[in-house]
């Protein structure tokens, strides 16, 4: 159960609901409950495009940090490898992750 501006609903209750209508896959496990939570808190963070700036600029910065120190290499020579390169090397992951984010990045900015 859940309580929403102190009434507590009993929507999502397999429990409470699930007799009403047994075929309704909803209440076969509450794991699309889940999803829906989910999505709602996605839904929250929308309104909070700063914070979500900020934090994608920390994960690029860490995740590039951690690049560097785990390849002795800075992550300049190592993304024009990845650029040069037709063979993958293990860290050809990790630059494909920041370049991900950074265009994320970009398009919050853009739609800021």
């Known amino acids: 159960m859940e309580k929403i501006k102190g009434i507590i609903t009993k929507t999502w209750s397999i429990k409470d609901e ?6 309704n896959i909803i209440f076969q496990t509450n794991k699309y409950k889940k999803m829906v939570d989910k999505l709602k808190k996605y839904d929250k963070s929308l309104g909070k495009k700063g914070q979500m700036i900020e934090k994608i ?3 690029i910065q860490a ?9 002795g290499m800075s992550y300049e020579n190592m993304y024009e490898c990845y650029l ?5 090397t293990d860290y050809h992951i990790g630059i494909s992750y920041v370049g991900g984010m950074q ?3 970009e398009i919050l ?4």
């Open 103 to 105: 265009k994320v990045l």
């Open 18 to 23: 699930g007799h009403l209508n047994k075929n």
């Open 57 to 59: 600029q920390n994960e």
């Open 109 to 112: 900015k853009e739609n800021k």
């Open 84 to 88: 040069k390169s037709s063979e993958p």
């Open 63 to 71: 995740t590039i940090n951690t690049l560097e120190k785990d390849y």
